[in-house]
């Protein structure tokens, strides 16, 4: 029993440490200088080389969705919400967390074993010898780019799921592209629907980033090491969108 208590103790304490290195850490990252250039062309890596999977996936899961609704609208006789079904299920939820799971799993992951591989090979411990700060020339770069590409990957996520229900709903199964379309306009509103995607969308791109860097940054400088820390960058980040998401849209669309 003593011992078991003691085992919580030591694991709450490792806890709270590792927090508190994680605040730190980023307050560092974010209030520290930044050359927008190192940013840009982080932004290619990250954001470019991740439009593939946002691009497939936005335009399946649109197609899925369609299909889903229309055979589930249709035994009300209500096909006519396709439309606004689709845009709301995608702008409000699947959006901003399918694009942030699938962003966690491959920019999320590739930073921190970029960053641990890094560490491995000394080339954090060099800069830090020639008066470079490591956090400033290579850590804030990518962090920034990841906030930034992420809101912006969320939106051609969005256009694309969209655009591929419109393909399912009227190419396909034969409904008004004008119900479609027109029904989808008068139920979507910038600040109540599409605003609120996009704040999620940055909220999700700042814990991402944030959770990538830090565990790349604080590995184990070994296979091992980066290895362990690539796999915690992918469940943290994944399970934290998923909180996150419960906790925002309670927020955002409480009485509505």
């Not at 399946?60 to 889903?68: A, E, N, P, T, W």
């Not at 694009?99 to 960053?115: C, Y």
């Not at 860097?213 to 090491?225: A, K, L, M």
Request: proline fraction near 3%; hydrophobic fraction near 55%.
């Amino acid at each position: 029993m003593i011992q078991a208590t003691a085992r919580v103790g030591k694991n709450t304490i490792t806890s709270i440490k590792h927090i508190g290195e994680a605040t730190i850490f980023i307050f560092r990252v974010i209030f520290g200088a930044v050359n927008p250039r190192q940013v840009f062309g982080q932004m290619y890596a990250i954001g470019v080389n991740s439009l593939t999977i946002i691009v497939v996936s936005g335009i399946f899961i649109g197609f899925v969705l369609s299909l889903q609704g229309y055979y589930t609208l249709v035994k009300f006789n209500a096909v006519s919400a396709l439309g606004p079904m689709v845009a709301l299920s995608i702008l409000r939820e699947l959006g901003p967390v399918v694009t942030a799971l699938l962003f966690a799993g491959r920019a999320g992951s590739a930073l921190t074993s970029e960053i641990g591989l890094m560490k491995a090979t000394e080339q954090l411990s060099s800069l830090t010898m020639m008066g470079v700060d490591p956090l400033r020339y290579i850590v804030a770069p990518r962090f920034w780019a990841g906030q930034i590409c992420m809101p912006l990957l969320n939106l051609i996520f969005c256009a694309l799921a969209i655009w591929g229900g419109y393909i399912v709903g009227v190419k396909l199964l034969g409904l008004y592209d004008g119900t479609f379309w027109g029904n989808m306009q008068s139920a979507v509103f910038f600040n109540q629907d599409i605003l609120n995607g996009i704040i999620k969308s940055i909220v999700f791109g700042f814990v991402i980033t944030w959770v990538a860097v830090y565990q790349g940054f604080s590995c184990i400088p070994n296979p091992d090491g980066i290895a362990r820390a690539t796999t915690k960058t992918v469940v943290y980040a994944s399970l934290l969108v998923l909180a996150l998401d419960f906790l925002l849209t309670a927020m955002m669309f409480k009485g509505m």
